[in-house]
């Protein structure tokens, strides 16, 4: 069994705020598809091109998108989006480990020493600071964060530090102070706080850092990422693939061993 919970305005296209699906093995775009076939003919229109989805409490495009599969006893929450608005807070679970990512708005009193006074208020937390422009998407985040996880495992980071790999992988650069420079925390740019840790550490982090917090993704850094890493129209229509930039990206990241 399936359970649907909806959220906001999405309560107003059913008779019930909780639905239950006797079904497993089934995709999200298969679910969305019973829950237009539920809903009553007189009800408010569902817009499902705008809704956040969560399975078990995690952005349903930190998974596999409408494609992700669906399992016996699985909880999704659909949640709409107003104007094109995102979540303020992705969670991840990679290679067993619990990561929380939130987007931080630049300010001109932010600077490496907020992550370094972070990093001494949250010890338990291991934390790095991404600038915005350099991750396009939610894919293309969980991918990088997913190589570095791996190279980590495997004992081949690209220093000694996951976090210092982690930021070398989105700066794609072989030298720690060129990532620094560019994809590094920078006064008045907004950053991703990319926080690895236990459920309750994450938690703290997030309350304390709430009121800072806006919107994942709010701004598309196509052209930016292709420009920065010289990436030909030519090139992108070569990849065959349905996320043909971010697969890119993610092959750059990979190969600078």
Known sequence: MITV?????AKKSFTSEKLEFEKSDITIQELIDLLLE?????????DTENILIAVNG???????????????????????????????????????KQIQVIQIKGQNDIDVKFLDNLREKFPKIQLQAVSS???????????????????????????????????????????ISAAI???????????????IGNKTSLDSLYKELSSLSVPLFSKN????????????????????SKNPLEDIL???????L
């Open 38 to 46: 539920t809903k009553p003919d007189d009800s408010p229109k569902l």
């Open 5 to 9: 919970k909806l959220v906001g305005g």
């Open 133 to 175: 422009k350099f991750v396009l998407n939610s894919y293309h985040l969980k991918k990088i964060l997913s190589l570095s996880l791996e190279s980590q495992k495997n004992d081949v980071l690209l220093s000694n530090k996951l976090e210092t790999d982690i930021l070398m992988r989105f700066a794609i650069s072989k030298q």
């Open 58 to 96: 995690v952005d349903s495009s930190a998974l596999d998108g409408k494609s992700t599969i669906l399992q016996n006893d699985d909880v999704v929450s659909i949640i709409p989006v107003i104007h094109g608005g995102a979540s303020k807070k992705l969670l991840y679970k990679v290679s067993s």
């Open 250 to 256: 993610v092959e750059k990241a990979a190969v600078l």
């Open 181 to 195: 420079t560019s994809a590094g925390i920078k006064p008045k740019t907004d950053f991703l706080l990319i926080a």
């Open 221 to 240: 850094n196509e052209a930016f990422l292709k420009k920065s890493f010289n990436i030909s129209k030519k090139q992108i229509d070569s990849v065959y």
